[in-house]
């Protein structure tokens, strides 16, 4: 079985398994906190143990980075990392709020730009966003691009949850000139839905990213066509590290990030 196709499983089965419990009281609950640094919650157990009983079922021989599990050697000769946050967006999924995902992804190496295979499952309705390397980029089984016409409505996608006082004097002038400012709480499934042209262009510019966070819109974005950079404007990549913390830009052409890039306060 191809990589791409164990993704894809996984995340039906995290599906299955989660679908009727967002909302619920049964999805809380204090766990503690996770390898990622947040509170883990029922939902986010669950999902977790979905992918690693799967994921051992088939024997499939790899190191599993979890949001919440942490590091889980599956094999003393793995073939790879799976990345996983098997419930992005955690705080919607406990209060019922319907934007929330699944986001596993395929690393051959301890980079981010070695990502070959990643999968976004929309863990509200079962709409699945995926991609592989030099094969494109889907929307369940159609392939997808960033948006490259000029839009009706430009939107701008830009989280700035918990961001601080300097950074949003910075963004100001971002929030000025655009009407159609957007963020809906679970970075994985913002990133896809860019990918699939619902969105101009996305940045996170607060440095707290995770990369179980964006490792399968890293190739998803990439795949369709998108723009991925760093803070510096540089093509984004980082180390698989539970320290690791990163700023994006994903940008559908050049003149979009032109623009927004400019705006934006020294």
Avoid at 23 to 38: L, M
Avoid at 71 to 92: Q, T, Y
């Amino acid at each position: 079985m191809e990589v791409i196709e164990i993704l894809r499983e996984a995340s039906n089965r995290i599906y299955e398994n989660v679908k009727e419990l967002a909302g619920t009281d049964d999805a809380a609950g204090d766990f503690g906190i996770g390898a990622g640094g947040d509170i883990s919650r029922n939902i986010d157990i669950i999902a977790e143990k979905t992918v690693l009983d799967y994921l051992k079922e088939i024997n499939f021989e790899c190191v599993v980075l979890g949001e919440e599990c942490g590091r889980v050697e599956l094999s003393d000769n793995p073939k790879g990392f799976i990345i996983m946050d098997a419930i992005d967006g955690s705080a919607n999924a406990v209060r019922g709020v319907p934007f929330f995902c699944s986001s596993l992804a395929f690393a051959t190496k301890n980079k981010l730009s070695s990502i070959s295979d990643g999968v976004i499952t929309n863990l509200s309705n079962g709409e699945t966003y995926w991609a592989s390397k030099n094969h494109g980029a889907f929307f369940n089984n159609k392939q997808i691009k960033v948006h490259t016409k000029n839009p009706v409505y430009k939107i701008v996608g830009i989280n700035t949850s918990g961001a601080s006082i300097e950074l949003m004097n910075k963004l100001y002038p971002v929030f000025e000139k655009h009407d159609h400012t957007r963020h809906f709480g679970a970075n994985a499934l913002e990133m896809a839905m860019f990918a699939r042209g619902l969105m101009d262009i996305f940045i996170d510019l607060r440095n707290k990213i995770r990369i179980q966070d964006i490792a399968a819109g890293y190739v998803i974005v990439k795949e369709a066509g998108g723009m991925l950079l760093d803070s510096n404007l540089n093509p984004l990549d980082a180390d698989l590290s539970y320290e690791t913390r990163v700023s994006f830009v994903a940008a559908a052409n050049q003149e979009i990030l032109d623009e927004i890039m400019s705006q934006i306060k020294k």
